[in-house]
């Protein structure tokens, strides 16, 4: 068995795309070696600024000989059918292609019969297709090349069991061909001349040795290891960010972690814009201090290894960084010299979209959704949550926000702190965008919650007035988010919200119940169970509907639960089955059983049964006690179970008693339906 390394040597490639074109690469020359026939035992990619690798273990080094069998069409069929089948498997005539009986016919078939021969002259195939099929979010061509590629192409190793593949690919134009070969380069800055390597381990080797590491995954580690170590040597604790890192790592193929100071005119500037303008514009990790503040301190990893311990590197680091919040700082001064309810009328310049109108167009319908949430919040004051919903979008023109957007409502929060605005009121307009994802926290406090609900409610129904709704994988307004964020802060605060009250479309409403089956789902929550519960229409309280769920579920998972599901399905089908060979019956069978009918004690107990269940499920659902429920209708298990061993349904000379056995069972499906459609529950 035999290795293949290949490495692609370029210009730098964004770190936003390395980790795709890796895994890309590696699906690619997987793909051509499965299509050729050839096994392997493993493979795995790699990624740097500079380079794309890979490996692949356990390739034969010769391929055997294959026969493929291809079914045409049928004897007899029309010639145009016969052509394409003896082109397709590069016959020559019908001479060359067997006749078989398959049981539903004569087939043609062709036996396509491959020679094996060396793996190696088919590799460089391989390699060429997958390298143009890579899918760069964004490629270029460079000098009279007409070969599209993320950054210009300096060299490419391709080895098989330690000998260079004969190929090359043509960038076109009148560029030479990059030929195939051993050689790399090492670090750009702290390696010089070219690499000749015989293997994996080898070229892993070498370019630690020339100060590349070629694993993502030890880069990160590496920093990590290095920013922890300084801090702790400066008494401060780096911030964890995961996405920063995974940045950080795809842009240094040697890191150095560096920790480098803050000037103390800029701490007085909120710690998020510091963060902001140190990660979006210098990728430097913050710093807190061990009470949990912002600290003084940053980290900057060098691609480098500095003579001077790292003075000079750490130095110009903080001359840039003083540059960037200098801007910062002045933004923040400057805006402090308008109160927010003096930026409001601005909003009337900008739009928020064309069908619905400006900025301050919206707030107005913000407060308005305000007023209507806050009954419904425990403890929300509702003149602050008009106010808060007044200037939720003031920090729009700021000239803050205009410089770093990710800092809509967290600025807005700052500046009502600055105007000493009650706090509710400040916290309000920093939460009111939250949360904006899965991970992201979710307000709390009640005029939070009512803002934030307000915002995200407006969204949803003015984006659906106007017809934008969202379509498969697009939904350029987030509308799925806004409607996850709504049911987060419903179901996590239970607050008891009555969605249908602002919704006039009702397919907003089945929008809402899509969404929450698929968060139900994630938590584990039985599909089946949701159908259910779901299935009964009508009820727009998230609190409530969720509570029954879970209801039916613990319920379902006892052994009384499962019983009364089997009874349940054993009744349900039997009315379904009847109700197939009578349209009408449906009808006839919707009112209550006729007890001076029945004959049996056993038909007499279930209708004993289900009447006292009925008496207690029935205000179990008003009060809200679904468990409760579900005890009443545990009570019905042991007289259906009697009457399914004793009872004959369908009696055939008599269709009075037929009839009206199966209003009782009718009504053993409806009793059970009143607390969820249980026949969407699988057994």
């Not at 100060?211 to 922890?228: C, F, M, N, T, Y």
Request: charged content about 25%; proline content about 5%.
């Amino acid at each position: 068995m035999a290795e293949l390394l290949l490495e692609l040597l370029s210009e730098e490639i964004p770190a936003r795309m390395q980790t795709r074109a890796a895994e890309d690469l590696q699906r690619l020359v997987c793909d051509g070696l499965k299509g050729a026939g050839l096994d392997f035992a493993s493979a795995r990619a790699f990624a740097t600024p500079r380079r794309l690798a890979l490996v692949i273990d356990g390739l034969p080094a010769t391929r055997a000989d294959v026969s493929e069998e291809r079914r045409g069409p049928r004897v007899g069929a029309p010639d145009q059918a016969i052509q394409g089948f003896l082109k397709g498997a590069g016959l020559a005539s019908l001479d060359q292609a067997e006749k078989r009986d398959t049981g539903r016919g004569e087939f043609w078939f062709a036996v396509i019969a491959k020679k094996g021969g060396p793996t190696a002259e088919v590799l460089p195939g391989i390699i060429e297709t997958a390298m143009k099929a890579l899918p760069w979010p964004k490629s270029m061509r460079w000098g009279s090349g007409t070969m599209s590629w993320v950054r210009p192409l300096h060299s490419i190793i391709a080895l098989f069991d330690g000998k260079v593949l004969a190929g090359a690919v043509a960038p076109g134009g009148e560029m030479t061909p990059v030929r195939f070969g051993a050689t790399t380069r090492g670090h750009r800055f702290l390696s010089k001349g070219t690499i000749e390597v015989a293997g994996f381990d080898d070229y892993v080797a070498k370019l630690r040795a020339a100060h590349v590491v070629l694993d993502a995954a030890e880069r990160k580690q590496i920093i990590l290891a290095g920013a922890e170590k300084a801090c702790t040597a400066a008494q401060v604790t780096l911030r964890s960010d995961e996405a920063l890192l995974e940045e950080v790592a795809g842009l240094v193929e040697w890191p150095v972690p560096m920790l480098g100071t803050i000037d103390a005119q800029f701490m007085d500037v909120p710690p998020e814009v510091l963060t902001v303008s140190m990660k979006s514009h210098q990728r430097y990790f913050a710093t807190e201090t061990r009470e949990g503040t912002f600290a003084d301190r940053f980290v900057v990893v060098a691609n480098n290894v500095a003579r001077d311990g790292g003075a000079t590197i750490v130095g110009g680091n903080e001359r840039v960084l003083r540059s960037r919040l200098s801007d910062a700082k002045f933004f923040w001064d400057q805006d402090r010299k308008l109160t927010l309810e003096e930026r409001l009328p601005r909003l009337r310049d900008i739009v928020f979209h064309a069908k619905l109108g400006t900025q301050a167009d919206r707030v107005t319908r913000i407060e308005i959704l305000a007023e209507k949430i806050v009954p419904h919040v425990p403890g929300a004051d509702p003149a602050q949550a008009i106010l808060a919903a007044h200037l939720s979008k003031a920090d729009l023109v700021t000239g803050m926000v205009g410089e770093f957007p990710e800092l809509q409502g967290v600025m807005g929060r700052y500046y009502a702190l600055e105007e000493k605005l009650p706090a509710a009121v400040a916290e309000a307009i920093g939460d009111h965008y939250t949360p904006a994802g899965p991970n992201d926290r979710c307000p709390s406090a009640p005029i939070s919650v009512a803002v934030a609900l307000a915002d995200k409610l407006d969204a949803l129904v003015s984006f659906w007035s106007i017809g934008e709704k969202p379509t498969g994988s697009r939904d350029p307004y987030a509308l799925r988010r806004a409607a996850l964020g709504v049911i987060r802060i419903v179901v996590e605060n239970r607050i008891r919200l009555p969605l249908g009250k602002f919704f006039e479309a009702d397919d907003l409403m089945a929008f809402f119940a899509d969404r929450l089956k698929v968060q139900m789902r994630e938590k584990g929550v039985r599909h089946d169970v949701v159908d259910a519960v779901f299935a009964l229409g009508g009820e727009d309280d998230l609190v409530r509907l969720l509570a029954r769920v879970e209801a039916v579920q613990a319920f379902l998972a006892t052994e009384a639960g499962k019983n009364l599901l089997t009874a349940y399905g054993r009744a349900a089908n039997i009315v379904r089955a009847e109700e197939r060979k009578d349209k009408a019956l449906s009808a006839r069978i919707a009112g209550a059983p006729d007890a001076a009918l029945m004959e049996q004690n056993e038909e007499k107990a279930v209708l004993t049964a289900l009447s006292a269940a009925e008496r207690r499920v029935a205000p179990a659902l008003v009060s809200e006690d679904f468990a409760g429920a579900m005890a009443a209708l545990a009570d019905l298990r042991a007289p259906i179970d009697t009457f399914f061993d004793k009872v004959t349904v369908n009696v055939p000379d008599r269709p009075d008693l037929r009839l009206n056995r199966l209003k009782l069972l009718n009504k053993i499906r409806a009793t059970m339906d009143k607390v969820a459609d249980f026949s969407r529950i699988e057994g």
